[in-house]
């Protein structure tokens, strides 16, 4: 008889833990991976400002973006010139002013590692945001915040962080601070889903 009343006390003391523990602590990278791997392409128009020292005004630019899991990303900028930068698997292709560019993102580990920060994060991949980040998560499932610091000795040479933030599955702004203090701040604008046309056309 004192062996189960021990026994309740125990688990009633394990419950009252549980719900004194505030929601927002259970909102951890896993769980926001899992939110952000729901959704598995898009497209999304963005606008970035960077401010750059010895310029009196941010540079801007503008264009749209477009992932499709598990590993594609592309930014198309269309202002304040046409270029495009696209990511499939290990390869970069790069095209301005007619040209067209491939490497390997072996070739470039500090521009490899800032393309899978965002490409990890569009795809909920936090096995690759781990091993390249240290990584902090703040908010809920609602509206969350994201604080990458490059692990990489070379990549933290030049690269103080990345943060993060978006509406539900929706990544809505990236911001980059660099080490000797220049930043760009990217706002992201998903745009709907394409409906398909009548008899499948």
Do not use: C, Y
């Not at 309740?8 to 004194?20: C, D, G, S």
């Not at 930043?183 to 889903?193: G, Q, T, W, Y």
């Amino acid at each position: 008889m004192k062996t189960r009343l021990i026994e309740r006390r125990a688990l009633l003391l394990v419950l009252l833990a549980a719900l004194a523990t505030p929601a927002w602590a259970a909102f951890d990278l896993p769980t926001l991976a899992r939110l952000l791997a729901q959704r598995k392409g898009g497209e999304a128009r963005f606008t970035e400002e960077r401010f750059v020292t010895g310029f009196d005004s941010p540079l801007r630019a503008s264009g749209t973006l477009s992932f499709s899991a598990p590993d594609r990303f592309t930014r198309q900028t269309l202002e304040p010139l046409v270029e495009s930068m696209s990511v499939e698997g290990n390869t970069i292709t790069l095209k301005r002013s007619g040209r067209s560019r491939q490497m390997s993102m072996d070739a470039v580990p500090e521009l490899a590692a800032l393309i899978e920060a965002v490409r990890g994060t569009l795809t909920g991949n936090a096995v690759t945001l781990d091993k390249h980040f240290k990584v902090s998560v703040e908010g809920d499932a609602a509206r969350w915040g994201l604080t990458l610091v490059p692990r990489d000795a070379r990549l933290a040479a030049q690269v103080r962080e990345l943060q993060i933030a978006g509406l539900g599955s929706d990544v809505r702004s990236v911001a980059l601070w660099l080490a000797g203090g220049d930043r760009s701040v990217m706002s992201i604008e998903p745009l709907p889903a394409a409906m398909p046309r009548p008899g499948g056309r």
